[in-house]
């Protein structure tokens, strides 16, 4: 990898295609990321607080995007996701933890339909890159895999069921009674250690995430 290699921000990420940007990451497979943060000025700690962000921030910087807080796909059209693995028992890399899609409120759970929701826009045509997690001293972490997905026909059918459930308990339940056991492919609930005090949000099952990166069960 150059010294040149990250491209030049982009005011909007709209011109990449998936397809460049899969040729691009695939160069990132065996990177140790921690280095690449420090050339890109992402903060991985501050005042003894850890950025849980920050590998996400560097592969989107290496694809030229600036940071953005817009809840649309990442690149116009496809949505990025960086995702941590980790060495278990057995002695085989597996996902460490399920995959946030998108945050969301009651509100907009409840008003907007399944095919206008920021959670098809976002998980219908994603790229994936997954890097190892070593420990949370964060001084390394080493690219393992990059995969583009889209949904099947049957994953679509089953994510909008999970959202359907989801809208339901909203409407009968609220939204404090969404958690983890709500959706087979994908699961509403609060965001941060306050039961919801981070707000709410959609994850991608490991099951789900596993079969998108090919990693095996």
């Not at 695939?26 to 950025?51: C, K, M």
């Not at 995007?65 to 817009?70: E, F, I, K």
């Not at 009651?106 to 206008?116: G, K």
């Not at 981070?198 to 079969?211: D, P, Q």
């Amino acid at each position: 990898m150059h010294e040149d290699a990250q491209l030049p921000l982009l005011a909007s990420g709209r011109r990449l295609t998936r397809a460049d940007a899969l040729d691009r990451l695939a160069t990132l497979v065996g990177v140790d990321l921690r280095p690449l943060a420090d050339r890109y000025g992402v903060t991985v700690w501050r005042d003894g607080r850890r950025n849980k962000g920050w590998a996400g921030m560097v592969v989107e910087r290496y694809l030229g995007l600036a940071a953005n807080g817009t809840q649309a796909p990442d690149f116009g059209d496809w949505e990025l996701k960086v995702v941590p693995l980790a060495l278990a028992a057995d002695g085989r890399l597996r996902l460490k933890e399920t995959m946030a899609v998108t945050m969301f409120t009651a509100a907009d759970l409840e008003s907007r339909e399944f095919e206008e929701s920021h959670l098809l826009a976002k998980l219908g045509r994603i790229v994936v890159v997954a890097r190892v997690y070593e420990g949370p001293e964060e001084a390394r972490s080493v690219v393992q895999a990059v995969a583009g997905f889209d949904l099947t026909d049957a994953d679509r059918a089953q994510v909008r069921a999970d959202y359907e459930e989801a809208r339901w308990m909203v409407r009968t339940q609220g939204a404090w009674a969404l958690d983890g056991r709500v959706g087979r492919l994908v699961q509403p609930r609060p965001k941060g250690a306050g039961h919801g005090s981070g707000g709410m949000g959609f994850y991608a099952k490991k099951a789900l995430v596993t079969r998108m990166l090919g990693i095996g069960a």
